[in-house]
């Protein structure tokens, strides 16, 4: 046994599972990645991470850091190397009610925080699924339910505690290492593992909530008009569009418009959502009051063999029509991928671009493309794929982290434009000098 393992023995506390385990099936993949690890970790407690951290560095391993497990990249496991799964990390603590700071693990899932907030009329603008994990989505973004009104989910972190390619754990906030607070929203996993987040939660009612659906051929109005209309829009309104969706007809499948409103006045509700109903010829429209928590899908795990491969690019104001003309013609294609519109703007655009690492706040769109299927079928519709983009590229700029199944050089250049890059490298040459945390969107050392 070599030193490191027998160090890691000694100092761990928590599950350490090998190949041949009775857990290790279950436990070597992530949600959407297979991955033959040779060590699956799973901390109890800070030390732990700790003691999981030095053990990666010191056998010279590949090291996965795993929070919710649902990276389209697959970055939450690896072939040979150490996954550090901090699903047992999954504490929601209110720690000041009156100002509504919750401390939550590294390893939560937006479903368990939904859960713990909901008795305290509290939630935290997130995702869209309860599977999916606090500390991925965070550290790349967050593109809720809320953002419109309450930004990125990274926004509203207040504090954080990192424990960094050395095994120290360290503090980051506006006060204290405030690079490394400053890198960790937007910058992904590389500056080392958030064993614990603080947010800021806000207070939540009811939502109205649900989707409009309109016919495949009124594709291009209603897709101009809802970008026109939520330009202007209440910020307690957010919403995101799909079509082409494939198993709901590809070409023929509707437009349909979710909505998600931040209130449980039916008046103001109303007032927000009609003008979207006043899109086109609605097919179908199931909005209802429901509590904020039910908003979020359950998530699960595709079938084995089954690839989500997701392409995402941002659009500017100006853009928006030509991008939304392209897509309305892309869909018609029997060969078009599954293609979602999120809004953005509202409190997104109001945070200063160099207040976090993440960039691409005055985006009013984001558009993310997904081939869905077994390996070949997401292969061989690649040349297509290619086409469209091609075609969107004039007009669109970037990618969000989180929409990507791939981590090349050229994504890291468009989820980071040069000068966010550059001070990202500064921060990971102090924190990550020999990039241990090389597993995501990586950000080399300067
Ligand atoms: C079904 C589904 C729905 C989604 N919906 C949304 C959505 O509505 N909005 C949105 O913005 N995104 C959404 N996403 C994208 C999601 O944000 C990313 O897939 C994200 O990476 C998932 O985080 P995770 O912790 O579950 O993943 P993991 O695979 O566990 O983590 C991904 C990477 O993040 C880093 N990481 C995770 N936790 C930590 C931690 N505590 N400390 C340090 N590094 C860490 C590591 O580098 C890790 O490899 C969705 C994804 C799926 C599959």
């Known amino acids: 046994m070599s030193s490191a393992l027998v160090t890691l023995r000694r100092d761990f506390g928590g599950d350490i599972i090998e190949p041949g385990g009775a857990e290790y099936e279950s436990a070597r993949r992530s949600v959407l990645a297979p991955g033959t690890p040779a060590y699956v970790l799973r901390p109890q407690s800070v030390g732990d991470v700790q003691a999981g951290v030095r053990f990666a560095a010191s056998a010279g391993l590949l090291l996965s850091v795993r929070g919710g497990g649902h990276s389209f990249a697959g970055f939450g496991t690896n072939d040979g190397g150490v996954v550090i799964d901090l699903g047992k990390l999954a504490t929601v603590e209110i720690i000041d009610k009156e100002r509504h700071l919750v401390r939550i693990g590294g390893g939560a899932t937006w479903g368990q925080v939904a859960a713990a907030l909901a008795p305290h009329g509290l939630a935290i603008s997130s995702g869209d699924t309860k599977s999916v994990g606090v500390g991925g989505l965070t550290l790349a973004g967050g593109i809720g339910w809320k953002v419109r009104k309450y930004g990125l989910a990274l926004d509203n972190v207040t504090a954080a505690q990192v424990v960094t390619a050395g095994g120290e754990a360290v503090p980051a906030s506006a006060e204290e290492n405030p690079e490394l607070f400053w890198a960790i929203r937007g910058g992904g996993g590389n500056f080392g593992i958030v064993t614990a987040f603080e947010f800021a939660a806000h207070p939540t009612t009811d939502v109205f909530f649900g989707k409009i659906a309109f016919p495949a051929a009124e594709a291009a109005t209603v897709l101009q008009g809802w970008a026109d209309y939520l330009r202007a829009a209440p910020e307690e309104l957010t919403s995101i569009v799909v079509f082409a969706n494939p198993f709901a007809g590809g070409p023929d499948a509707p437009v349909e418009i979710y909505v998600a409103f931040d209130g449980d006045d039916p008046e103001l509700a109303a007032q927000a959502i009609d003008p979207i109903r006043r899109l086109g010829t609605v097919t179908g429209d199931d909005v209802a009051l429901q509590p904020y928590g039910d908003t979020l899908e359950d998530g699960g795990t595709p079938p084995p063999g089954i690839?989500?491969?997701?392409?995402?690019?941002?659009?500017?104001?100006?853009?928006?029509?030509?991008?939304?003309?392209?897509?309305?013609?892309?869909?018609?294609?029997?060969?078009?991928?599954?293609?979602?519109?999120?809004?953005?703007?509202?409190?997104?655009?109001?945070?200063?671009?160099?207040?976090?690492?993440?960039?691409?706040?005055?985006?009013?769109?984001?558009?993310?493309?997904?081939?869905?299927?077994?390996?070949?079928?997401?292969?061989?519709?690649r040349p297509a794929l290619d086409a469209i983009w091609a075609r969107l590229a004039p007009h669109v700029n970037g990618a969000y982290a989180n929409f990507l199944a791939s981590a090349t050089e050229e994504d890291v250049a468009a989820i980071y434009p040069a000068q966010t890059h550059k001070r990202l490298a500064a921060v990971k040459r102090q924190y990550d000098p020999g990039n241990l945390f090389a597993r995501n969107h990586n950000v080399r050392p300067r």
Do not use: C, N, W
């Open 307 to 381: 690839q989500f491969a997701p392409r995402s690019a941002f659009a500017d104001k100006e853009s928006v029509p030509e991008v939304l003309q392209i897509l309305a013609e892309v869909r018609a294609s029997e060969r078009s991928p599954f293609i979602a519109i999120r809004s953005l703007g509202g409190a997104v655009s109001r945070v200063p671009g160099d207040a976090t690492a993440y960039a691409h706040r005055q985006a009013e769109l984001m558009i993310v493309t997904t081939a869905v299927g077994p390996k070949p079928v997401v292969e061989a519709a």
